[in-house]
């Protein structure tokens, strides 16, 4: 099974370079890193990385979907700029994707940042994962390409796209996670405080089950988070 690493990108070029070495380091792979017209030099340093380059229109669904449309692989693996997939991850994405009744699969969460806090946040994000069977992008979400055009792609919403996506998913199978975890960047859970981040995110999820508009859900969590 051929497999394609999508990364989709926007001014994140202290990052991008870490993202990419993690994904090479695999056997039959290819990085394909979406471009959302950063203004810094996130795409000439995926270039120089070994990751093929394509530039599209801002916005993380927009992006995630013309990367699948360009892969070459038979397997679609969408990384977050700021996260790191583990050694061997390659082969836990082709073992979970052989397995009878699973849709599609996920890493455990790791948080690059220190503190009691930070790892309760990990362990609930990972129980949530195992026991619901929803993670969240931040994970390193994986599936064959024909099963991510048998749903539609990712919707095309402005937040709240991944949880989207694995929400149809989970109709047509188990959504299983790996033994391994990704390290995730823990800048935003720093810069903005564990509990806080936390509270966010959930009002988030909760606007968005309960049908809150996502236009609306967007405008709020860039408030809160200081983005004007």
């Not at 959302?36 to 992006?63: H, K, Y």
């Amino acid at each position: 099974m051929f497999l394609t690493v999508i990364i989709p990108a926007f001014n994140e070029e202290a990052s991008i370079a870490s993202a990419i070495n993690s994904a090479r380091r695999a056997e039959n792979v290819e990085v394909l890193v979406v471009d959302g017209g950063s203004t810094d030099a996130t795409a000439r340093i995926a270039r120089e990385g070994g990751a093929r380059v394509i530039v599209t229109l801002t916005g993380r669904a927009f992006q995630m979907n013309a990367g699948a449309e360009a892969a070459s692989g038979d397997a679609l693996l969408f990384l977050h700029a700021d996260t790191r997939l583990p050694p061997g991850y390659d082969k836990h994405v082709r073992r979970i994707l052989a397995r009878p009744g699973v849709a599609a699969g996920a890493f455990r969460l790791g948080i690059r940042a220190s503190g009691v806090s930070v790892r309760l946040v990990e362990h609930m994000a990972n129980l949530r994962s195992r026991y619901l069977h929803l993670p969240y992008g931040d994970q390193a979400v994986f599936l064959e390409k024909k099963r991510f055009a048998q749903v539609g792609g990712f919707p095309e919403l402005p937040i709240m796209e991944d949880f989207a996506l694995v929400r149809h998913l989970s109709k047509l199978g188990r959504i299983a996670l790996a033994p391994a975890a990704v390290s995730t960047s823990g800048r935003r859970w720093v810069r903005m405080g564990i509990w806080r981040t936390t509270w966010i995110n959930q009002t988030v999820l909760a606007a968005y089950v309960l049908g809150v508009p996502p236009e609306r859900i967007q405008r709020f969590y860039r408030r809160d988070r200081g983005i004007l």
